[in-house]
């Protein structure tokens, strides 16, 4: 009953808002950095001084081969959404691409967990094995001859992409640390409260403008879940202190990526998002691979005894691999979807996203869900969206 009431919960806004787009004759393109958590796309505000006018990108080895344009705020171009004709009728290409999103974001996390479940005991070498699938998979786009053209920076341009990777890898790593602790619907209530950490690592560090509407409207998100870790059967300190370190290692990968991307040039030297998504992979991977070398080196025998040992060592290894293409997969979609909607849309579109995923976690693991903790949910999840609308509700 509780899993029915949370899908008609979140169908209904979604068919409102994703309804008018997909047979709109006029298709507003509008679009930011794919990221793990693409959240943070609208969290962040410049001021006027920190805006400035960009050429738009071209998107190369996008779903369905076609290049797409890119005008990406998050990347300091701070240009509004423009219309875009099209064909009329309902748009069937980005009915797919949204279903191909959520059914690869539910995948990377379902294959996530199981792989985290069957080898317990090796999370760092697990979670760098994600990246190092999704660092393989960007290697083949730039080396197929029909693939992705290598992006044209310079070193200086790469050593600036490292501060970004950096907190990526942060992000990703303690995403599967929580993951490792808790049950993964619970990890996906706390890291709703990403907005929270969003506001105040941005006003505080990049001189992000964060309005009163939406400090006043980061109360439900916060109150939401802690009300529903009060129903949590399984609660876990730990994963609610690690998810919320992801929070915040994700609030600063944000920050920093608009801090990167004013960067004279390198939006055009980068080439597209695409390239500078699959950079950030692999300069990820290598720090996730130091830090787990670091601290799980003196299991790495052992490690690789278990994955060719057949049983749940096949299971992690046959899971780790999926669980990083699919990353890979959905993240490449997301950024075709971005340019293809408005920010409304992506904003009801990224709130159910995280409601689909706690209804997938509590079908397909049997993972509990309690009326507190729907509840509690639902509130949540609420107030992301009143967050990213606030403004625009308000009139600002």
Same mark, same amino acid.
């Given at each position: 009953?509780?899993?029915?009431?949370?899908?008609?919960?979140?169908?209904?806004?979604?068919?409102?808002?994703?309804?008018?787009?997909?047979?709109?004759?006029?298709?507003?393109?509008?679009?930011?950095?794919?990221?793990?958590?693409?959240?943070?796309?609208?969290?962040?505000?410049?001021?006027?001084?920190?805006?400035? #006018?960009? #050429?738009?990108? +071209?998107?190369? !080895?996008?779903?369905?081969?076609? =290049?797409?344009?890119?005008?990406?705020?998050?990347?300091?171009? *701070? %240009?509004?959404?423009?219309?875009?004709?099209? /064909?009329?009728?309902? =748009?069937? *290409?980005?009915?797919?691409?949204?279903?191909?999103?959520?059914?690869?974001?539910?995948?990377?996390?379902?294959?996530?967990?199981?792989?985290?479940?069957?080898?317990?005991? $090796?999370?760092?070498?697990?979670?760098?094995?994600?990246?190092?699938?999704?660092?393989? $998979?960007?290697?083949?786009?730039?080396?197929?001859?029909? /693939?992705?053209?290598?992006?044209?920076? +310079?070193?200086?341009?790469?050593?600036?992409?490292?501060?970004?990777?950096?907190?990526?890898?942060?992000?990703?790593?303690?995403?599967?640390?929580?993951?490792?602790?808790?049950?993964?619907?619970?990890? #996906?209530?706390?890291?709703?409260?990403?907005?929270?950490?969003?506001?105040?690592?941005?006003?505080?560090? $990049? *001189?992000?403008?964060?309005?009163?509407?939406?400090?006043?409207?980061?109360?439900?998100?916060? /109150?939401?879940?802690?009300?529903?870790?009060?129903?949590?059967?399984?609660?876990?300190?730990?994963?609610?202190?690690?998810?919320?370190?992801?929070?915040?290692?994700?609030?600063?990968?944000?920050?920093?990526?608009?801090?990167?991307?004013?960067? %004279?040039?390198?939006?055009?030297?980068?080439?597209?998002? /695409?390239?500078?998504?699959?950079?950030?992979?692999?300069?990820?991977?290598?720090?996730?691979?130091?830090?787990?070398?670091?601290?799980?080196?003196?299991?790495? !025998?052992?490690?690789?005894?278990?994955?060719?040992?057949? !049983?749940? !060592?096949?299971?992690?290894?046959?899971?780790?691999?999926?669980?990083?293409?699919?990353?890979?997969?959905?993240?490449?979609?997301?950024?075709?979807?971005?340019? @293809?909607?408005?920010?409304? +849309?992506?904003?009801?579109?990224?709130?159910?996203?995280?409601?689909?995923?706690?209804?997938?976690?509590?079908?397909?693991?049997?993972?509990?869900?309690?009326?507190?903790?729907?509840?509690?949910?639902?509130?949540?999840?609420?107030?992301?969206?009143? $967050?990213?609308?606030? =403004?625009?509700?308000?009139? @600002?």
């Amino acid at each position: 009953m509780a899993v029915v009431l949370l899908c008609v919960t979140v169908s209904v806004p979604v068919l409102n808002f994703v309804a008018p787009v997909l047979t709109s004759n006029n298709v507003a393109t509008h679009t930011g950095l794919s990221t793990m958590e693409s959240q943070t796309a609208s969290t962040l505000q410049l001021t006027p001084k920190q805006t400035r #006018q960009t #050429q738009p990108l +071209t998107l190369r !080895g996008a779903v369905g081969g076609k =290049d797409q344009p890119l005008t990406s705020p998050e990347a300091g171009g *701070g %240009d509004m959404p423009k219309e875009e004709k099209s /064909g009329g009728g309902m =748009d069937i *290409g980005l009915f797919v691409l949204i279903i191909l999103w959520y059914v690869g974001n539910y995948y990377h996390n379902i294959t996530n967990k199981i792989a985290l479940n069957a080898g317990a005991g $090796y999370p760092m070498l697990i979670s760098t094995g994600y990246l190092a699938a999704g660092s393989l $998979y960007a290697l083949f786009m730039w080396a197929a001859p029909d /693939g992705r053209p290598w992006p044209q920076i +310079t070193m200086g341009d790469y050593m600036r992409t490292l501060p970004v990777s950096f907190a990526a890898a942060g992000a990703h790593m303690a995403s599967c640390f929580a993951l490792s602790a808790g049950s993964l619907s619970f990890v #996906q209530i706390v890291k709703a409260m990403e907005p929270a950490f969003a506001a105040v690592i941005g006003s505080m560090f $990049y *001189g992000a403008q964060v309005t009163s509407a939406r400090w006043l409207s980061l109360i439900p998100i916060i /109150g939401g879940v802690a009300y529903a870790s009060t129903g949590e059967l399984s609660f876990a300190w730990s994963s609610l202190f690690i998810a919320s370190v992801a929070n915040a290692f994700a609030a600063v990968k944000g920050g920093s990526t608009k801090v990167l991307m004013d960067s %004279d040039g390198l939006k055009d030297r980068m080439g597209s998002i /695409g390239n500078q998504f699959a950079i950030m992979t692999i300069n990820s991977f290598i720090f996730c691979l130091i830090l787990s070398l670091i601290c799980e080196g003196h299991k790495l !025998g052992s490690f690789v005894n278990f994955l060719s040992s057949g !049983g749940n !060592g096949a299971i992690v290894l046959r899971n780790m691999t999926a669980s990083g293409l699919w990353f890979y997969f959905y993240n490449e979609i997301a950024t075709t979807i971005i340019a @293809k909607t408005n920010p409304v +849309t992506q904003s009801v579109l990224n709130t159910a996203k995280r409601a689909f995923i706690m209804i997938a976690a509590a079908i397909v693991l049997r993972e509990g869900l309690s009326t507190a903790k729907l509840v509690g949910s639902l509130i949540s999840i609420a107030g992301v969206f009143l $967050y990213s609308n606030i =403004d625009r509700i308000v009139g @600002k």
